[in-house]
């Protein structure tokens, strides 16, 4: 235990890149997209406006944070969808819909003494035989429990990620005007 707490204070220290955890689909988000009766969709590629989006990397107090998914943060929002709509029967990758769209703001910060932030915000696009159905910018923001201390809250920081993109699926399922675009 003392190695791994040595190992993990030195790769703070360091300034070392560090890895989001791979995202396990929601098994509530599944459900909201089985229950919803929409059609099967595929997921288009997402691009990240390159001046407000952090595609590459979150910097957390020094260190910097990458997506396991490509090196990119917009490949990992695609394949969170993906992952969901998977689960939920109704991905296909030959469906005429799409889901796509921009990685606007995607971050979580640890500057604070005690509390972390995160933000994602995205225009996520439906398309059905590539005619535009649904055009619409979606944000989200979490707060977790973060530390003065560096060592904690970059750990904390990086845990965060998957739940921020969690609760960014969960508001773009429950848009009534998203899923009516997915039938």
């Known amino acids: 235990m003392r190695a791994l707490l040595a190992i993990l204070v030195f790769a703070v220290i360091s300034g070392c890149a ?3 955890p791979n995202y396990s689909a929601s098994v509530e988000n599944a459900q909201m997209l089985r229950d919803s009766g929409i059609n099967k969709a595929r997921v288009g590629k997402f691009q990240a406006d390159p001046k407000t989006a952090n595609n590459e990397a979150i910097s957390l107090r020094g260190s910097s944070m990458a997506s396991p998914v490509g090196g990119k943060f917009t490949e990992y929002l695609e394949d969170a969808i ?3 709509l998977n689960i939920a029967r ?3 990758d030959k469906s005429t819909i799409e889901i796509g769209g921009v990685l606007i703001q995607n971050d979580v910060s640890v500057g604070s003494i005690s509390e972390g932030t995160g933000i994602m915000e995205a225009r996520i696009t439906v398309k059905r035989d590539s005619q535009i159905r649904f055009d ?3 944000s989200v923001t979490i707060t977790f429990e973060s530390s003065f201390a560096g060592a904690v809250a970059i750990p904390r920081g990086v845990q965060a990620y998957p739940n921020l993109v969690q609760k960014f699926l969960s508001a773009l399922y429950a848009d009534k005007e998203f899923i009516a675009a997915l039938k």
């Open 18 to 20: 560090l890895t989001a």
């Open 82 to 84: 993906r992952s969901e």
């Open 90 to 92: 109704i991905f296909d």
């Open 136 to 138: 619409k910018t979606k």
